[in-house]
């Protein structure tokens, strides 16, 4: 069975999955400034075992996330809400598997004829999705990811330039504000797009730990 508009179905972003559905829509684009230097093209992030992320999302409880494997590019988490979940972490919205994440379990293959990374301004990736979850409801989707411009940004983690990194398909947009200096991004945002039924949501990083 096949739905039109797949965030019925998954998790609106599974780093956070189990938060509630912010009411009404909430603007992607975050209260940004001129950054301070030309920034570098931006590299891959990279994970170790025992790392933990911190978010927060406004009126809601912080959610820390830690990373439980790193094999290659597949990343997996577990969330001290119960959620586990796997991505690659080569570009944006790329999660392949999600366990009782706001309710939600499923998993995402890909189609990705290229990459994103390293990060400049201009640069883009398209690629195909499909999806299915445990109730045995499919989707499909074709992204298009672009750098769209550097920003400074502040989060309650700190002030940073980062790659504001734009990801679109036909029911919602993704904002990702990408620090090179973390090497993660800081700001993770979706709205809806016409009169999709997408979740809309603003995150921001509250703490990154490192492993130890």
């Known amino acids: 069975m096949r739905f039109r508009h797949p965030n019925k179905f998954v998790p609106a972003l599974p780093l956070l999955f189990a938060l ?34 911190t978010w927060r999302e406004r009126g809601k409880d912080d959610l820390t996330s830690e990373v439980v494997s790193v094999d ?28 009782n994440c706001g309710g939600n379990t499923g998993s995402s293959t890909f189609e990705r004829p290229g990459g994103i990374f390293p990060l400049e301004v201009g640069k883009k990736e398209t690629y195909k999705a499909r999806g299915k979850n445990d109730k ?30 734009v990801c679109k398909d036909k029911w919602r947009r993704k904002d990702y504000y990408f620090a090179p200096e973390l090497g993660r991004s800081v700001i993770i945002a979706q709205s809806p797009i016409g009169s999709s039924r997408a979740r809309a949501y603003h995150q921001e990083l509250v703490k990154l730990e490192p492993a130890g």
């Open 72 to 99: 290659g590019n597949k990343v997996t988490l577990q969330s001290d809400n119960g959620c586990n979940s796997t991505f690659t972490s080569d570009g944006f919205n790329l999660w392949t598997r999600w366990e």
């Open 136 to 165: 045995g409801n499919t989707w499909s989707s074709t992204w298009t990811c672009r750098v769209t411009e550097t920003d400074s940004v502040t989060v309650p983690a700190g002030s940073f330039d980062t790659y504001h990194v």
């Open 20 to 53: 509630a559905i912010v009411a009404g829509y909430q603007s992607a684009k975050a209260e940004t400034a001129a950054v301070k230097a030309e920034l570098a093209p931006a590299q891959a992030p990279t994970f170790t075992v025992g790392s933990k992320m």
